[in-house]
């Protein structure tokens, strides 16, 4: 069965504090990696799509990295906009080999403080 | 350009009784996925249509039931409630779908908060 993890489950920083949230998983046949920001009270937003190991994105504070175990999610010099739960999730063929299932973690909570 | 729209924003039911849920996807997106969040459970996929055909499915019970529309609108039912269903369900919308595309920069929509009681 296709497993997500993600760690911390929360995370506390000041604002400037540099960190790295980590997204493990366990899936036949890796399709993609998506990482998603979601805010109380909202549906998550999408941040990025990693396709194979070695590739990175980045956008903002943000830089997302993909291995073939785990992608990490690097947030640089953070503000206090950016506490939020972070999401990751992991897309892999079905069990019958004809369809796409999304396999999403629980989430780390990172709160920064000013 | 309008995002993803749900309705009704918040719900509340009782056990047994069944419930449908709306979503209208940005406009040109083809493909809607649902989504169940619970604090316990996490964000768990339920199924996802595109072109009004279910082309995904997640592990849910057979009374999670959905449908699309030829204007890519979506509805999702869930008949005889049980406390457990209490939840916030998201869709999702899309370009692309129906296969390897399905996930690809997902957009979400608020979600309906639902209570069973």
């Known amino acids: 069965e296709d497993q997500v993890t993600q760690s911390p489950e929360a995370l506390r920083l000041q604002e400037g504090e540099s960190s790295s949230l980590n997204c493990s998983y366990t899936?036949?046949?890796?399709?993609?990696l998506f990482w998603y920001r979601q805010d109380p009270g909202k549906g998550p937003e999408f941040l990025f799509t990693?396709?194979?190991a070695g590739e990175e994105k980045e956008k903002e504070r943000l830089k997302a990295t993909l291995t073939k175990k785990e992608s990490f999610l690097h947030i640089t010099a953070p503000k206090p906009e950016d506490s939020a739960t972070y999401l990751c999730?992991?897309?892999?063929?079905?069990?019958?080999?004809?369809?796409?299932?999304?396999?999403f973690g629980k989430g780390t909570l990172l709160t920064v403080n000013p | 350009k309008a995002g993803v729209t749900q309705t009704p924003r918040y719900l509340i039911k009782t056990r047994g009784q069944q419930v449908t849920l709306s979503c209208s996807p940005i406009s040109g997106h083809r493909s809607v996925s649902w989504y169940q969040q619970t604090p316990g459970q996490g964000l768990q996929f339920l199924f996802e249509y595109f072109s009004e055909t279910q082309r995904n499915k997640g592990n849910f019970p057979g009374r999670f039931s959905g449908r699309q529309f030829s204007n890519s609108r979506s509805e999702m039912n869930v008949s005889t409630l049980e406390l457990g269903d209490s939840a916030l369900y998201l869709c999702a919308s899309s370009l692309m779908g129906g296969g390897v595309h399905s996930y690809n920069e997902q957009f979400f929509g608020p979600g309906t908060r639902l209570t069973v009681l």
């Open positions: 899936v036949s046949g890796l399709r993609g």
């Open positions: 990693l396709y194979s």
């Open positions: 999730a992991v897309q892999a063929r079905n069990s019958g080999g004809s369809n796409y299932k999304l396999t």
